[in-house]
């Protein structure tokens, strides 16, 4: 596969990732961890060097797979992880928590579970209005010169706040969702990355399976599958937003491709310096996702695309109120 780099940092990643996050949860019930750990390895096999996952998964269940998985591993592949939720006595998530020492039990735990002395690129998953960013990229600069970690990343930062934290350390890339379901971050944060040399990893780059074609009106999500509970994917929404989905599909027809593989070529048409990082646990889908870095989109079909994503209004917000709460912005 592809290779690119995230911001002017020199992290050499595939053009397309690997987001973790499925394998243990959120997507209805997970195969066992032995098809877990075998499907990573073959994901090596196939080119993919990028993988993305955080304490939270789970909790720590993630990690612990990923970390089994790619311990042998650990010279071919970039290993993402994140830090930032507060979890209670019976190790369930409540809140945000970037405090100093937590930062540190959090690190401390991921290279447990990871298997190895140092982690590739380390995410804040989530701002924590409590803690001066400056004082959490203090925490990070202070991690890396002791060897624990190499990257310094954010997710679902906003400009200011990145601005912040790379004054303190450099930002080698941020985490945020973007899509043609998803185009918030062309607002302000892609010209600020572009401006500080800071690499994006979009999430949810299909739209949470929705861009890929599969899901329509008829969807019936099995229990644990987050998409219930999202106001897009209520069936009213889900009936509305396919008329985006029918107009990425005529470009996939006259490509030969998915309508996934040409989401996410899109994506890549937008910055060299963005790598998407789509989740799934099935090789078929992972190979259809590789294939989309072959796919060349002209110039007439990047206008096709943004045209029919701003002229389809998507219905539906994009998470539960709680949890849009926990964006900064």
Same mark, same amino acid.
């Given at each position: 596969?592809?290779?690119?780099?995230?911001?002017?940092?020199?992290?050499?990643?595939?053009?397309?990732? %690997?987001?973790?996050?499925?394998?243990?949860?959120?997507?209805?019930?997970?195969?066992?961890?032995?098809?877990?750990?075998?499907? %990573?390895?073959?994901?090596?096999?196939?080119?993919?060097?990028?993988?993305?996952?955080?304490?939270?998964?789970?909790?720590?269940?993630?990690?612990?797979?990923?970390?089994?998985?790619?311990?042998?591993?650990?010279?071919?592949?970039?290993?993402?992880? #994140?830090?930032?939720?507060?979890?209670?006595?019976?190790? #369930?998530?409540?809140?945000?928590?970037?405090?100093?020492?937590?930062?540190?039990?959090?690190?401390?735990?991921?290279?447990?579970?990871?298997?190895?002395?140092?982690?590739?690129?380390?995410?804040?998953?989530?701002?924590?209005?409590?803690?001066?960013?400056?004082?959490?990229?203090?925490?990070?600069?202070? %991690?890396?010169?002791?060897?624990?970690?190499?990257?310094?990343?954010?997710?679902?930062?906003?400009?200011?706040?990145? $601005?912040? !934290?790379?004054?303190?350390?450099?930002?080698?890339?941020?985490?945020?969702?973007?899509?043609?379901?998803?185009?918030?971050?062309?607002?302000?944060?892609?010209?600020?990355?572009?401006?500080?040399?800071?690499?994006?990893?979009?999430?949810?780059?299909?739209?949470?399976?929705?861009?890929?074609?599969?899901?329509?009106?008829?969807?019936?999500?099995?229990?644990?599958?987050? $998409?219930?509970?999202?106001?897009?994917?209520?069936?009213?929404?889900?009936?509305?937003?396919?008329?985006?989905?029918? $107009?990425?599909?005529?470009? !996939?027809? $006259?490509?030969? !491709?998915?309508?996934?593989?040409?989401?996410?070529?899109?994506?890549?048409?937008?910055?060299?310096?963005?790598?998407?990082?789509?989740?799934?646990?099935?090789?078929?889908?992972?190979?259809?996702?590789?294939?989309?870095?072959?796919?060349?989109?002209?110039?007439?079909?990047?206008?096709? %695309?943004?045209?029919?994503?701003?002229?389809? #209004?998507?219905?539906?917000?994009?998470?539960?109120?709680?949890?849009? #709460?926990?964006?900064?912005?």
């Amino acid at each position: 596969m592809d290779t690119r780099t995230l911001g002017s940092s020199g992290l050499e990643v595939s053009a397309v990732g %690997l987001g973790c996050m499925g394998i243990s949860q959120s997507f209805g019930p997970s195969p066992d961890r032995e098809t877990m750990v075998g499907f %990573l390895r073959e994901s090596v096999d196939r080119g993919v060097t990028f993988f993305d996952t955080a304490e939270v998964y789970g909790p720590f269940h993630n990690e612990e797979v990923v970390g089994e998985a790619l311990a042998p591993l650990h010279d071919q592949v970039v290993i993402a992880t #994140k830090f930032g939720f507060a979890f209670d006595e019976d190790g #369930k998530q409540s809140g945000v928590s970037s405090r100093p020492e937590h930062v540190r039990r959090a690190v401390e735990g991921s290279l447990r579970r990871l298997r190895t002395d140092t982690i590739d690129l380390l995410y804040q998953h989530r701002v924590d209005p409590d803690v001066p960013i400056e004082d959490v990229a203090g925490t990070v600069k202070a %991690l890396v010169e002791e060897g624990k970690v190499r990257h310094f990343g954010m997710s679902e930062a906003g400009a200011r706040t990145i $601005r912040k !934290a790379h004054e303190v350390f450099p930002v080698t890339a941020l985490q945020s969702e973007y899509s043609l379901f998803w185009r918030e971050p062309e607002e302000e944060i892609l010209g600020t990355l572009e401006e500080l040399g800071i690499g994006f990893v979009p999430f949810s780059p299909l739209g949470r399976g929705f861009l890929t074609g599969t899901v329509d009106a008829t969807t019936e999500f099995s229990e644990g599958d987050i $998409r219930a509970g999202l106001p897009r994917f209520t069936r009213e929404a889900r009936a509305a937003n396919l008329a985006l989905v029918d $107009r990425v599909r005529a470009v !996939a027809d $006259r490509k030969g !491709a998915s309508t996934g593989q040409v989401a996410l070529a899109w994506l890549l048409a937008q910055k060299p310096w963005v790598v998407p990082i789509p989740g799934t646990r099935r090789i078929e889908r992972l190979e259809e996702n590789i294939g989309s870095t072959q796919v060349e989109l002209t110039a007439e079909d990047l206008v096709e %695309l943004d045209e029919a994503s701003t002229a389809v #209004k998507v219905v539906g917000d994009r998470y539960p109120e709680a949890m849009q #709460k926990m964006i900064d912005r």
